[in-house]
């Protein structure tokens, strides 16, 4: 067994995610980071993308799954996609996703607010 990582960062998607009837409404810029183990020894032998884990199609479901409803929680989002993932990928042992909500409708100076879900086999 060969195991290999595979970082997307600061995958910018714009969705409705959110508690507020506004961010509902006119949705948002998210920022996702995903952390992705997979099994590749037959990549590695036969050096074809077609036995690895094709991070075009990764980012194709990431945003199938993102963008297809409006969660309330960026936690349930980032779940949503992880699980996502471990079901249309069988090399994937875990995911970890992070959810960054740059615009969260919140009193303070902030610069970011994140939520990150890993899932397993």
Known sequence: ????????????????HGV???ERD??????????ITAEVGDALRSDRIEDSVHYGQVIKAVTATFTGRAFNLIEAA???????????????????????????PVAAILNDISATVEQGR
């Not at 067994?1 to 409705?16: G, Q, S, V």
């Not at 006119?26 to 952390?35: A, I, K, P, S």
């Not at 995911?95 to 969260?104: E, G, I, L, N, R």
């Open 26 to 35: 006119l949705g948002q810029r998210f920022f996702l980071d995903l952390v």
């Open 78 to 104: 980032a779940s949503a996609v992880a699980t996502d993932l471990l079901n249309r990928f069988p090399q994937i042992l875990t995911v970890k996703v992070t959810v960054h909500k740059p615009s969260a």
């Open 20 to 22: 507020r009837e506004a």
């Open 1 to 16: 067994m060969a195991i290999a990582m595979f970082r997307i960062d600061r995958l910018a998607l714009h969705a409705a």
